[in-house]
């Protein structure tokens, strides 16, 4: 978002119909970004465990030495 924050002045001041459509793709572009990094965060928080959960699996891994030292 802070990306687009400084070009909105100039984009007022813009009297060229290449320059208007070059903002307008970028903008656009810009939408389509936002839109795949917002679905991105959704399947990510989907996919995350509880605290419960991680703590269980970390107190397995943790209890028993010997597999943690064959795997490293």
């Known amino acids: 978002m802070k990306q687009t924050e400084p ?3 100039p984009i007022v001041d813009a009297n060229s119909p290449a320059i208007i ?3 307008e793709k970028r903008v656009a572009q810009l939408e ?3 839109q795949v990094l917002l679905e991105r965060n ?3 928080a ?3 465990s509880s605290f419960e ?3 269980e699996l970390s ?3 943790l209890s028993n030495p010997w597999n ?3 795997s490293g």
């Open 46 to 48: 989907a996919r995350q």
């Open 53 to 55: 959960e991680m703590h």
């Open 42 to 44: 959704e399947k990510s």
């Open 7 to 9: 070009r909105r002045e």
């Open 21 to 23: 459509s070059a903002y």
């Open 32 to 34: 389509q970004e936002k």
């Open 59 to 61: 107190m397995k891994f």
């Open 68 to 70: 943690m030292r064959v």
